[in-house]
T-cell receptor
Framework: GAVVSQHPSWVICKSGTSVKIECRSL??????MFWYRQFPKQSLMLMAT?????????EQGVEKDKFLINHASLTLSTLTVTSAHPEDSSFYIC??????????FGPGTRLLVL | AQSVTQLGSHVSVSEGALVLLRCNYS??????LFWYVQYPNQGLQLLLK??????LVKGINGFEAEFKKSETSFHLTKPSAHMSDAAEYFC????????????FGAGTQVVVTP
């Protein structure tokens, strides 16, 4: 199956700093990438949808100025958590979709904000 | 709009016994349906998908699911549970015209006992 990577796999940062998470599709071109967050023992909540070369579409309740998404190429999307606070601590998962209906998920990035 | 309901947040099965995870969906347009598995601290792995072809879908690791339009269901089964099947399982639905946006169920935690 298609491979999606995320970097870093985990990150600890101080409150007020910004953190960038990368999502890469390694063996296919991803026309669309999705960003999810998952709290402990809960399901995945879609944060935003990004299409290469255009602005991301955010789900209701997700602050676009706090969670900056860039999809600069067909294989790379980045999520930047700006001015992170402890409540932003979560498991962030990206997925990538090529021309078909299946999304392939990255391994996730665990963010801990102190 | 579409939504997914997974019945049972926790399921305990004996090794070698039948695994049955229930998923019901609602969708205003013909849906695509997916089952994903998540191991601790990892991303999601696709088990199988229904995309309007055969209603009985076979996936990886011996899992299969049957799409029943009359019951709006897509239950996941495996004839004989293995210890390695212990994980969180998510049912998801996307509309055929939604650019792949997935709506996830709440998840079912499977515990396999010896």
């Amino acid at each position: 199956g298609a491979v999606v990577s995320q970097h870093p796999s985990w990150v600890i940062c101080k409150s007020g700093t910004s953190v960038k998470i990368e999502c890469r599709s390694l063996d296919f071109q991803a026309t669309t990438m999705f960003w999810y967050r998952q709290f402990p023992k809960q399901s995945l909540m879609l944060m935003a949808t990004s299409n290469e070369g255009s602005k991301a579409t955010y789900e209701q309740g997700v602050e676009k100025d706090k969670f900056l998404i860039n999809h600069a190429s067909l294989t790379l999307s980045t999520l930047t958590v700006t001015s992170a606070h402890p409540e932003d601590s979560s498991f962030y998962i990206c997925s990538a979709r090529g021309g078909q209906e299946t999304q392939y998920f990255g391994p996730g990035t665990r963010l801990l904000v102190l | 709009a579409q939504s997914v309901t997974q019945l049972g947040s926790h399921v305990s099965v004996s090794e070698g016994a039948l695994v049955l995870l229930r998923c019901n969906y609602s969708s205003s347009v013909p849906p695509y349906l997916f089952w994903y598995v998540q191991y601790p601290n990892q991303g999601l792995q696709l088990l199988l998908k229904y995309t309007s072809a055969a209603t009985l879908v076979k996936g990886i690791n011996g899992f299969e699911a049957e799409f029943k339009k009359s019951e709006t269901s897509f239950h996941l089964t495996k004839p004989s549970a293995h210890m390695s099947d212990a994980a969180e399982y998510f049912c998801a639905v996307s509309a055929t015209d939604s650019w792949g946006k997935l709506q996830f169920g709440a998840g079912t935690q499977v515990v396999v006992t010896p």
